[in-house]
């Protein structure tokens, strides 16, 4: 079985509703995966928006979640360190935790991605999508996705 990552507030393509947003409540949407690699021992997750005008657009990076994990409730703090040990990297707006879609024209697309690790990254909190991708390098034992859309109104 294959991982897969799903959201009970949108589907695979669909619009990503207005509270997840930056016209709504700007908070991050329920999340939650299944299908786990038996070697798995965490997960990372970065949220991006490769539609943005002058770069791919950081939006969450996250690591470090637990191996036991299967769900991210809606709304998760936006600390460097959560309750559970998991940690926040820093994204484009140069904050921990989420910031949700906000494009200044058009339908962009929006890429959640889950990597199910073969071990904890043990990193401090605070690293950028780059520095997350160069420390899972070689660690990284299945991906799964789910792309949203979002345009403003």
Same mark, same amino acid.
């Given at each position: ?53 002058? @770069? ?5 990076? %996250?690591?470090?979640?637990?191996? !036991? #994990?299967?769900? &991210? ?55 950028? @999508? ?5 420390? %899972?390098?070689?660690?990284?034992? !299945? #991906?799964?996705? &789910? ?7």
């Amino acid at each position: 079985m294959a991982l897969t990552l799903e959201s009970s507030a949108f589907k695979q393509g669909e619009e990503i509703p207005g509270k997840y947003t930056c016209d709504g409540e700007n908070i991050s949407p329920p999340l939650q995966w299944s299908g786990v690699p038996e070697k798995t021992r965490s997960f990372a997750l970065i949220f991006d928006d490769p539609d943005a005008p002058s @770069k791919t657009w950081v939006h969450w990076v %996250m690591y470090d979640i637990p191996v !036991e #994990k299967r769900v &991210l409730g809606e709304h998760i703090a936006t600390t460097a360190i959560l309750k559970t040990g998991a940690l926040h990297g820093l994204n484009d707006f140069k904050k921990y935790g989420y910031g949700g879609p906000c494009p200044p024209s058009g339908t962009h697309r929006y890429f959640m991605k889950l990597y199910a690790l073969d071990k904890m990254l043990k990193a401090k909190p605070g690293l950028t @999508k780059q520095q997350l991708l160069d420390a %899972m390098e070689g660690h990284v034992l !299945e #991906k799964a996705e &789910l792309m949203g859309t979002y345009r403003r109104r």
